[in-house]
C-alpha cells in the first residue's frame, strides 16, 4: 500500500460504488458510501511521483480505495459518482 502524503477537501454529492466481477461472493463487504475527501497517495508508477483516491466513508470509517481492497479483497473495485 503507498503513503498518504497529504488530503485535499472534495465537493458534495460525490459517491463510492463497490465494484465486484461477477460470482464474487460479497457477503460482509460494504457497499462504499460518501467521498470526504481526496488523499495524495505518493506513487513512484504515476506521473509526477504520485495520485489522487478518494476518501470514502464505508463501515463507519474512512477508507481509500487501497485499504478497502487491502481489508476486503483485491478483486472489488471503486466507482466514483454523482448521488441520485
Do not use: H, K, N, S
Not at 503507498?2 to 463497490?18: E, K, N, R
Not at 463487504?29 to 488523499?39: N, R
Request: hydrophobic residues 45%.
Amino acid at each position: 500500500m503507498d503513503d498518504i502524503v497529504g488530503a485535499l477537501p472534495t465537493v458534495p454529492g460525490l459517491v463510492v460504488q463497490v465494484t465486484a466481477p461477477p460470482g464474487t461472493e460479497t457477503t460482509g463487504v460494504p457497499p462504499g458510501g460518501v467521498v470526504v475527501g481526496w488523499a495524495l497517495i505518493a506513487d513512484e508508477g504515476a506521473p509526477g511521483g504520485a495520485r489522487l483516491d478518494p476518501l470514502f466513508l464505508a463501515a463507519g470509517r474512512a477508507w481509500t480505495p487501497d485499504q478497502f481492497r487491502t481489508a476486503y479483497g483485491q478483486q472489488f473495485g471503486v466507482v466514483v459518482g454523482r448521488e441520485r
